[in-house]
Nanobody, 116 residues
Framework: VQLQACGGGSVQPGGSLRLSCAAS????????MGWYRQAPGKQRELVAR???????TYTDSVKGRFTISRDSAKDAVYLQMNSLKPEDTAIYYC???????????WGQGTLVTVSS
């Protein structure tokens, strides 16, 4: 199983980035996909999740600014991040979990830095 995340970078406050995560080795359509982040000195937290049926959830701090989506034809999940704030600075991780199986999978992380 591989979750290959990319799209991180450095932007100024108010800027935008789009993270992508390509999945292989899993039956993508059966998996709930999520983006987590971990800021320095903090615990990893869920940012957004999209289940296999397409429903989405977001942590309160990103509602209205971030959008998660998935493309089953490409076995990929995306996180569109707009109006970025310094507090969004973190390593962002892609996650896959099949609700009918034990365990979950993590990508390698991509760094997002928001700074002026």
């Amino acid at each position: 199983v591989q979750l290959q995340a990319c799209g991180g970078g450095s932007v100024q406050p108010g800027g935008s980035l789009r993270l992508s995560c390509a999945a292989s080795g899993i039956i993508f359509r059966f998996n709930d996909m999520g983006w987590y982040r971990q800021a320095p000195g903090k615990q990893r937290e869920l940012v957004a999740r999209i289940i296999s049926g397409g429903s989405t959830t977001y942590t309160d701090s990103v509602k209205g600014r971030f959008t998660i989506s998935r493309d089953s034809a490409k076995d990929a999940v995306y996180l569109q991040m707009n109006s970025l704030k310094p507090e969004d600075t973190a390593i962002y991780y892609c996650n896959a979990k099949n609700p009918f199986e034990r365990g979950e999978y993590w990508g390698q992380g991509t760094l997002v830095t928001v700074s002026s």
